[in-house]
């Protein structure tokens, strides 16, 4: 996965109508504000990773997906009421009820196309929070239709600072760099990655890595790959390093999963 750029850690600048992420190494730092590094505002968890799995969202029931203990559920009621549970849960957990809305359709259908996955918005929603703040980095938002405006691009890919050297996949298209590849969207998908895991959540007919609904849908196959089963230790710190290969960025990512499944902001 494009490790965001994030690897280490990165910095914004905002150019035109585009975030850049840029790195800084300062994992260490308390002192993060509004602007700050996302990563940096969610305190590791101090969990084995290997022996721990997904947080579950069991209580407080707010927490529960509709349509969870329902076969089925999904398509227009399932977007219905997924809904009406982003709207309540919305201000607990400090995201966006469209990003929430993403979340949630993201589960119901990886419920229905990889059941054995058992993967939970929990999971899409800590790494979100880490790789962007779900699409608010930097002053982004998110549009009703869940484009995040302006667009959040990471830095080049060009061997530095703890990142991979990885050469244009795209000609530029996704990232606007012709000659080094650059991590983009809500969930930070560098574009090789997205041309094969690429998908529209939303059902607009399109698929789009700067939309939360589709990047949400294609983070859930990306996590799911592998016959990866999230309920296990072992399942759920696979999908979540091959993100980014660090085990303090999977506590990061547990510590604001955990926070989700109880109904509060990391």
Aim: charged letters at 20%; proline letters at 7%; a negative charge.
């Amino acid at each position: 996965m494009g490790r965001l750029a994030l690897v280490v850690v990165l910095v914004a600048a905002v150019i035109g109508t585009v975030v850049f992420l840029q790195q800084r190494s300062q994992f260490g730092r308390t002192d993060a504000g509004p602007d700050e590094i996302p990563a940096l505002e969610v305190a590791p968890a101090q969990v084995d990773l290997g022996t721990v799995g997904q947080p579950t969202a069991v209580a407080p029931p707010s927490a529960l997906l509709p349509g969870t203990s329902t076969a089925g559920a999904g398509g227009a009621q399932g977007a219905t009421s997924v809904s009406a549970w982003a709207n309540g849960l919305g201000p607990r957990t400090n995201i966006p009820p469209i990003a929430l809305q993403a979340y949630g359709m993201a589960e119901l259908t990886m419920r229905r196309a990889d059941p054995q996955c058992h993967l939970s918005w929990v999971t899409i929603a800590g790494l979100a929070r880490i790789e962007s703040n779900h699409g608010r980095y930097r002053g982004a938002h998110i549009e009703p239709n869940g484009d995040i405006e302006p667009r959040i691009v990471g830095v080049p890919l060009d061997g530095t600072s703890g990142n991979r050297t990885i050469s244009d996949t795209d000609g530029g298209l996704l990232d606007g760099d012709p000659t080094l590849d650059r991590a983009v969207g809500p969930l930070q998908f560098i574009p090789s990655t997205w041309a094969k895991w690429r998908a529209d959540g939303n059902d607009d007919g399109r698929a789009d890595p700067d939309n939360i609904f589709d990047a949400a849908l294609a983070a859930g196959h990306y996590l799911c790959a592998d016959g990866r089963d999230l309920a296990t230790g072992e399942g759920w710190r696979s999908a979540v390093l091959s993100y980014n290969n660090s085990d303090d960025y999977g506590r990061r990512v547990y510590a604001a999963a955990e926070a989700y499944a109880n109904s509060t902001a990391p």
